[in-house]
């Protein structure tokens, strides 16, 4: 969706457009749970906080102005709050290592072991990075977000954000074993990661 | 990410299929996750929405006290952020509301009234709101909630009614709603056999099994050779109209 379909979406939901609500709510609804489930324990907990944050967007679209800061970015500083509000309360939030167990069901279970591995290391990396560069990660590859509403969502510089995912990225390659390769495509790269001694 | 160079691009894309596998595998929403938040907020958008025209009514000027605000503007801001917080509130509160809970019933004639005037539509909303009252049904059932069991049924029966009536004469309509309301009896039959002490379920049972007869018959009085449920095998032998 290109941001003047989106402002113009958000103007009439604003005016209490239900129909334009729910095409934000499609646009937004998988990014900000990926986003969420990965910060939360269970699912059952992703489940209600993406919908809280749509909630509580709801609310406050009246007072959104678009001057100065992107609405995904907006819409994403909600769900951090809720997220954060959340771990106030329960304690047991950020999900990481949690998540190393759980299942992958859909594929056979030769592949499926393989592919467990495999996210499983990427849980792994994912939580040895520090807090600030794990929500960058987040917010730029689970959520999809541009590193000017990742910087909204954060509340920090665009060359803050841009320095910490430079940081979380060489960590991730270095956790994972994912060396330089030229100009090959990742195509042509083995299946498996191969985990550095 | 323009500051690496080409050597490090496929590296890169590595690093950003496995994030992407390990996003869709950990991270994406399962089953009807999201069309029920969907739900769940889209009609708490419209009950706002709806309430937000009422508001002009609701938003009465307080009664001068030391604490009032001189200008006229911020005591309609404030009176409207009253309403409003009332408003969510109670409409939070409602929306929330599990089968046997106070807002139950609130809830209910909420969503029933939330239906939109184009049939299609309507019938659609009515479909969905059947499922799920069925749905809301099994889930009592299933934690042993009695009462949540009871107040389910009771609105599975007055939606099958109304979607009943606002079916129209149509026949494809009406067998897609006989096929859908067969379909819910043989769910409340599974849960008779499971909860045979039950009879708000046995009721539930009559009442979708009369409305299959009674969208029976419509059919074959919109059209004769309607043919339903193995119902009518013989009918609509020789010359049609």
Known sequence: ?197 | MSAYDDNDRGALDRLEDLLDAYADARLMPRGPVLSRIRANVLAQAALASAAAIRRPVLAEPPPPSRWAVSSPFHRRALAFGFAAMLTIGTSAAVFAAPPGSLFYNARVYIETLALPAQVDARLAGHEQLLTERIAEAEAAAGRGDAPGLAAALAAYQAEVDAATADVGNDVARLAHLEEMLAKHTAVLTTLATELPEQSSIEHAIDTSSKAIANLQAKGSRAHPTHVTGGQGQDQGHGPQH
Request: aromatic share 6%; glycine share 6%; no cysteine.
């Open chain 1, 1 to 197: 969706m290109d941001d003047e379909t989106l402002d113009r979406l958000v103007a009439e939901a604003q005016r209490g457009n239900t129909a334009a609500f729910g095409r934000i709510f499609d646009e937004f609804a998988v990014p900000i749970h990926r986003f969420i489930a990965s910060r939360v324990n269970r699912p059952s907990d992703a489940e209600d906080l993406t919908q809280l944050v749509f909630v509580k967007a709801l609310e406050a679209l009246p007072r959104y102005e678009a001057r100065g800061i992107p609405f995904g970015g907006w819409l994403f500083r909600l769900a951090r709050n809720a997220i954060i509000d959340q771990s106030r309360t329960r304690r047991d939030h950020l999900s990481l290592v949690t998540a190393v167990t759980r299942a992958t069901e859909e594929a056979g279970p030769e592949a499926m072991a393989t592919l467990r591995d495999d996210l499983d290391r990427v849980a792994r990396a994912l939580a040895d990075l520090t807090d600030d560069q794990r929500e960058v990660i987040e917010l730029r590859f689970f959520a999809g977000l541009s590193v000017y509403e990742v910087a909204a969502a954060m509340g920090r510089q665009e060359g803050t954000v841009r320095g910490l995912q430079f940081r979380a990225i060489a960590a991730l390659r270095r956790s994972l074993g994912i060396e330089s390769v030229g100009s090959m495509p990742a195509s042509a790269q083995p299946a498996t990661v191969e985990v550095r001694a």
